[in-house]
């Protein structure tokens, strides 16, 4: 059951798998994960390897507004 705020308004719950793959920057960017970075890397270079940390910046509106409407406490990382 939704707990009410003293304001009125319900929470809502993160989805998680959602907030474990994106971030927010400073600016308000929202940043994701790149995909392949579990498993099967064993074959690959280090150059490769190395550019799966990198984060890049999501493109679509559609795919930023799911996202925020799916994790709606994602804050910028502080």
């Known amino acids: 059951m939704a707990r009410k705020q003293p ?3 319900y929470k809502i719950k993160t989805h998680k798998a959602t907030a474990k793959r994106f971030r927010v920057t400073g600016t ?3 940043m994701r994960t790149k995909i392949g970075k579990s498993h099967l890397r064993r074959r690959s270079s280090k150059r490769v390897k190395r ?3 990198e984060m890049l910046p999501v493109k679509g509106r559609g795919i930023i ?3 925020h409407r799916l994790a709606p406490y ?3 990382a502080d």
């Open 74 to 76: 994602l804050k910028k």
């Open 28 to 30: 308000g960017k929202l």
């Open 65 to 67: 507004k799911s996202v």
């Open 7 to 9: 304001d009125g308004k």
């Open 51 to 53: 550019l799966f940390s």
